[in-house]
């Protein structure tokens, strides 16, 4: 696995590349130090095709965790999701201790990311970006977003 260091000038944080990352994330987080809840969010695609391998492979890995799935669409990009992504971390009692975790294209890095950024004033997030736009658009940077009244702001 390669990694490259993105380096601000008050913060630095690595880029893990290569194959087979997933299965390597809680030796990641573990060595990064980073918090032991985690709320999950994916689409539904992933949830489809990886959901069982990331739960089972999760499962070993201590604190609480929660999986949030939504569809990869324009749409979910949206205060109303954000909403919900909010809500449910309300109802699970999750706190700033929070790790947040992104497996998705696009859509799910725009809204995971704007939603680790802003609730209770910022919790940790790891992107595990799944197509090329979210490789190099919303897991990088930290350039998120999301649509108000279903226009980009």
Known sequence: MKTVNVKLENYSYPIFIGKGSLSRLIELIESRKLNRNLFIVTDKNVENYFGKFIKNYLEQYGGRKFYYSLHAVEKSKSVVELKKIYSNLLEQKFGRDT??????????????????????????IVHIPTTLTAMVDSSIGGKTAINFNFIKT
């Open 99 to 124: 790790l947040l975790i992104s497996i998705g294209g696009g859509v799910t890095g725009d809204l995971a990311g704007f939603a680790a950024a802003t609730f209770m004033r910022g919790i940790q």
